[in-house]
């Protein structure tokens, strides 16, 4: 079945950079974009950004233009987000999602708990 | 790029229809019937219900459904259960994509 598998929590100090992974399975990689998106504790879905793993093509959200960078590895079938500069407010939830058009987000990975703290 | 704007709750007793709404600007939705709608459970990854404005993927309950008038998309429970109890988001495409602020359903 289609699955979406992404790594583990992490704790980061202030002005440090991290990297989530978001490993599919049970589909063709390229075929479908995936798509970043965070969740505060107890606030709402956040977008950060979008890639095409067929040719790398990116796109972000205005407030993560020149934080967040989208990359993947084909022969792993894995995508990343990179956040760098983290700080306080960086801390969430991030998820990552397949673009299924026109079906939209039809597939979530788990979840990646990160924590940003002195 | 703003987030449309969601009621902060709804609720409802069992059997119950309710509504919740989903308002943004001409920009957020304007020519794209590009509207979804996500359940998201405490603790759980986000859900798709409706994508294309009305359309349920396979395996979403028809108690779901979805319409848009103008600037406002909607999202109707119908016949609501206590399983439906959870937070709900419209998401909408403008310059990348957006989500609205969420609602939270309450089954009395």
């Known amino acids: 079945q289609v699955q979406l598998v992404q790594s583990g929590a992490e704790v980061k100090k202030p002005g440090a950079s991290v990297k989530v992974s978001c490993k599919a399975s049970g589909y063709s990689f390229i075929n479908n974009n995936i798509d970043w998106v965070r969740q505060a504790a107890g606030q709402g879905l956040e977008w950060i950004g979008w890639?095409?793993?067929?040719?790398?093509?990116?796109g972000y959200a205005q407030k993560f233009r020149g934080r967040a960078t989208i990359t993947r590895d084909i022969s792993t079938s894995t995508a990343y987000l990179e956040l760098n500069s983290l700080t306080s407010e960086d801390t969430a939830i991030y998820y990552c999602?397949?673009?299924?058009?026109?079906?939209?987000?039809?597939?979530w990975g788990q979840g990646t708990q990160v924590t940003v703290s002195s | 790029q703003s987030a449309p704007t969601q009621p902060a709750s709804v609720s409802g007793s069992p059997g119950q229809s309710i509504t919740i709404s989903c308002t943004g600007t001409s920009s957020d939705f304007g020519n794209y019937d590009f509207v979804s709608w996500y359940q998201q459970h405490p603790g759980k990854a986000p859900k798709l219900l409706i994508f294309g404005v009305n359309h349920r993927p396979s395996g979403v309950s028809h108690r779901f459904s979805g319409s848009r008038s103008g600037n406002t998309a909607s999202l109707t429970i119908s016949g609501l259960q206590a399983e439906d109890e959870a937070d709900y988001y419209c998401c909408s495409y403008s310059l990348g994509r957006v989500f609205g602020g969420g609602t939270k359903v309450t089954v009395l």
């Open positions: 999602a397949r673009y299924s058009n026109p079906v939209d987000f039809d597939t």
């Open positions: 890639m095409s793993p067929k040719n790398g093509d990116t």
